[in-house]
């Protein structure tokens, strides 16, 4: 009966038995129709909007069991089915059986309502049943159901995880989906057990090393390079300092990528409809929910056991950075300007944690000059975001507080204050600290011209839509940015040794 539903999905799995008439193909939601877990969704989703949503879970587990808890996790943070992301293969067999006259049923232990608007977006169920308040349909709950609903073996059951074994043992016929060998093990044995009946498992692809990387985002660690510049201004680079600064690196990568993870997590809905942020792991479903959920706190104790090798001082900027930036991702980031203004202090942040990380006080100099280049780069990225949703066809940035038409106000930002930062640094070049540290000053100049070329370019690539989300992974992709790079690191150490 699957056999020739899947041929095409596996057929060396595919397993052979005559079709009997009445059969319905009952298909699991989570981690089956779905590459994700709606009551997961649901949570972080709620959480995006209400800080106070874990408090709200704790009563409604409490009041209502996991019933209510999901109930009341889909109230809290609604999720748009249109967004979700779908198992393919899964949709592909459903529009098989359908197209060969079999019915169909969405049966999960999401709850009921929200399933009735997944079956709906996906038009493929003749029938859809979910949990309720005093019922979670799942494991034996579920088999029940569909036992009395549909008569013994009256279904082929589409599941993936542990608790479908008693659903399984009821099926005419079990298909699995991304199972691990051991569910794999367990679920042909049991119907072997039951007089032969067929087994076919979906093929899936385990997500490895790359989709990890992918969701650290080890090319953002660019950024964290940041805490070496208060060594290298003040031309301190000794062993130890250098040492120092090092492991202020390592601790900020991966806090920055504990908070990477915890903001894909709030921002799967905005993700999903951008043309590229889609294709992030969590968005995506390459990787679950309940993995980034695990990961992101693991990463963050890690970094800030290494921030407190170096000291308290150290410790406490790593605490405030942790808290910025998950006051970026619940509600800064969707407040205008705002938004700009503090990733430019996060960006500025990174120079304070490399002074407290090695005790070099920071100058005043650059500070002004680190302030205005960062909100620079910041408008750029909103910039950007804004030349996506204009050529997308969108009125407002998705998760932002912008509208497209105020994206020749947010470059003419982006434009000034980097130019600012260029006069910052000419200013600086005639004080007295320029000529204590280097021999020939004058050559520094230089680095303001490359600036100004660098930062008037960078605004028009964006304008034209060719600046990638973030402009400093931009800047390590780009030849001419990379070149720029190179120049002002030239004057910079000519200057010094002239």
């Given at each position: 009966m699957i056999a020739e539903r899947l041929s095409e999905v596996s057929p060396s799995r595919a397993m052979l038995n005559d079709r009997r008439e009445g059969v319905v193909l009952v298909v699991d939601l989570d981690g089956t129709l779905l590459r994700s877990d709606v009551l997961q969704e649901s949570f972080w989703s709620a959480l995006a909007r209400h800080w106070w949503t874990p408090l709200a879970a704790v009563r409604a587990l409490a009041a209502g069991g996991r019933p209510g808890l999901k109930r009341r996790l889909a109230e809290l943070g609604p999720v748009r089915p249109s967004r979700l992301p779908y198992d393919e293969g899964v949709l592909a067999l459903v529009q098989r059986w359908r197209a060969e006259g079999g019915r169909t049923a969405l049966v999960t232990a999401a709850d009921a309502a929200l399933a009735r608007q997944v079956a709906t977006h996906v038009d493929l169920f003749d029938e859809v049943h979910g949990s309720t308040p005093g019922r979670n349909l799942k494991g034996t709950v579920k088999a029940a159901f569909l036992a009395e609903r549909f008569g013994p073996q009256g279904y082929v059951y589409v599941g993936d995880a542990p608790a479908d074994m008693p659903v399984w043992q009821g099926a005419a016929e079990a298909v699995t989906v991304t199972p691990s060998p051991r569910l794999r093990a367990r679920v042909e044995a049991a119907m072997a057990a039951s007089g032969g009946r067929a087994v076919t498992h979906l093929p899936s692809e385990a997500p490895g090393p790359a989709t990890w990387l992918r969701a650290l985002r080890p090319h953002q660690w660019a950024k964290n390079l940041l805490v070496f510049l208060p060594m290298l201004a003040a031309h301190q680079l000794d062993a130890i300092t250098l040492g120092q600064s090092a492991l202020a690196f390592v601790a900020f990568s991966l806090i920055a990528s504990a908070i990477y993870l915890l903001n894909d997590l709030l921002d799967l809905d905005a993700d999903r409809a951008h043309p590229r942020k889609r294709a992030r792991p969590f968005a995506s479903g390459a990787l679950s929910l309940a993995q980034g959920g695990l990961a992101a706190p693991v990463l963050l104790l890690a970094g800030l056991g290494c921030a407190a090798l170096l000291g308290l001082e150290f410790l406490a900027v790593m605490l405030g950075y942790v808290i910025v930036t998950s006051a970026y991702s619940l509600s800064l980031k969707r407040r205008l300007v705002v938004d700009i203004c503090v990733l430019a202090g996060l960006y500025t942040l990174r120079i304070f944690a490399g002074g407290a990380a090695t005790g070099i006080p920071l100058s005043v100099w650059l500070l002004a000059f680190s302030i205005f280049l960062f909100f620079s780069l910041a408008a750029v990225k909103r910039q950007a975001e804004l030349v996506d949703g204009a050529a997308s066809g969108r009125s407002v940035?998705?998760?932002?507080?912008?509208?497209?038409?105020?994206?020749?106000?947010?470059?003419?930002?982006?434009?000034?204050?980097?130019?600012?930062?260029?006069?910052?640094?000419?200013?600086?070049?005639?004080?007295?600290?320029?000529?204590?540290?280097?021999?020939?000053?004058?050559?520094?100049?230089?680095?303001?011209?490359?600036?100004?070329?660098?930062?008037?370019?960078?605004?028009?690539?964006?304008?034209?839509?060719?600046?990638?989300?973030?402009?400093?992974?931009?800047?390590?992709?780009?030849?001419?940015?990379?070149?720029?790079?190179?120049?002002?690191?030239?004057?910079?150490?000519?200057?010094?040794?002239?």
């Open positions: 940035a998705p998760g932002r507080g912008y509208q497209i038409e105020d994206l020749p106000i947010v470059a003419g930002m982006a434009i000034a204050a980097g130019y600012v930062s260029v006069l910052v640094m000419a200013l600086y070049l005639t004080s007295p600290e320029v000529k204590a540290l280097y021999a020939a000053p004058e050559l520094l100049w230089g680095i303001c011209l490359v600036l100004l070329y660098w930062i008037s370019r960078v605004v028009m690539l964006t304008h034209r839509g060719r600046m990638h989300d973030d402009p400093v992974v931009f800047a390590l992709r780009d030849p001419v940015s990379r070149l720029c790079v190179a120049l002002v690191a030239g004057f910079a150490v000519v200057g010094t040794l002239l």
